[in-house]
């Protein structure tokens, strides 16, 4: 079982739609999560960080379940800028062990239409 | 602020030649981190350094060795290159939780 995963896509939406995505995680003791953006042939952005009461930023809500391991991101009103692959990150290190490392899963591909 | 910067942007290499790849951050990060990106595989670590002065292995570091020159800078050199190392070499920095990225190496062995 990979440590991190998430449906690949691609999502294709028209403009306007709500669309989620989910990612499901392995590590029970991992502590930090986040989901970046990555732009065709650029680098992986950090988009938010997710906590456990779940959080928004504009159109974006992210919420954590973890009794599930599971963790997913909300896009609201899409726009075609919004087209990106989305990396659902988690760190699964805690404590004095804990070296910074992430573990990314392989993206989830969105494709805004007109 | 730059954040953190890569050189060079683009790179082509005949098998068996080798070759540095710089990484500097200017965000005060104590950790450093060298990812190597292919279709279908995402982000796998290489090295990572926690804080100057100490390096580690993380899950591909066949054919790689890394410096952590001084707390802004790691660089990651190929000694030998190999057909398999073409891909995408992203470095990141971390000061607590979330990592920057800089914007890529994109090397190609021949």
């Known amino acids: 079982r990979k440590e991190v995963e998430q449906d690949p896509g691609p999502f294709n939406v028209p403009e306007g739609a709500t669309v989620a995505f989910n990612c499901t995680y392995s590590?029970?003791?991992?502590?930090?999560f986040f989901w970046y953006r990555q732009d065709c042939r650029k680098e992986p952005k950090l988009l938010m960080s997710?906590?456990?009461s779940g959080n928004e930023d504009g159109r974006f809500t992210a919420q954590l379940n973890r009794a599930s391991q599971y963790i997913s991101l909300l896009i609201r009103d899409s726009k075609l800028s919004d087209s990106a692959t989305y990396l659902c990150?988690?760190?699964?290190?805690?404590?004095?062990?804990?070296?910074?490392?992430?573990?990314f899963g392989q993206g989830t591909t969105l494709q805004v239409k007109p | 602020n730059a954040g953190v910067t890569q050189t060079p942007k683009f790179q082509v290499l005949k098998t068996g030649q080798s070759m540095t790849l710089q990484c500097a951050q200017d965000?005060?990060?104590?950790?450093m981190y060298w990812y190597r990106q292919d279709p279908g595989m995402g982000l796998r670590l290489i090295y990572y350094?926690?804080?100057?002065?100490?390096?580690d292995k993380g899950e591909v570091p066949n054919g790689y060795n890394v410096s952590r020159l001084n707390k802004r800078e790691f660089s990651l050199r190929l000694e030998s290159a190999a057909p398999s190392q073409t891909s995408v070499y992203f470095c990141?920095?971390?000061?607590?939780?979330?990592?920057?990225f800089g914007p890529g190496t994109r090397l190609t062995v021949t």
């Open positions: 990150v988690v760190n699964p290190e805690y404590g004095s062990s804990n070296t910074g490392k992430l573990i």
């Open positions: 350094s926690a804080s100057e002065g100490t390096t």
């Open positions: 965000m005060n990060h104590n950790s």
């Open positions: 997710v906590y456990s």
């Open positions: 990141a920095s971390s000061g607590r939780a979330e990592q920057y």
């Open positions: 590590n029970s003791a991992s502590q930090s």
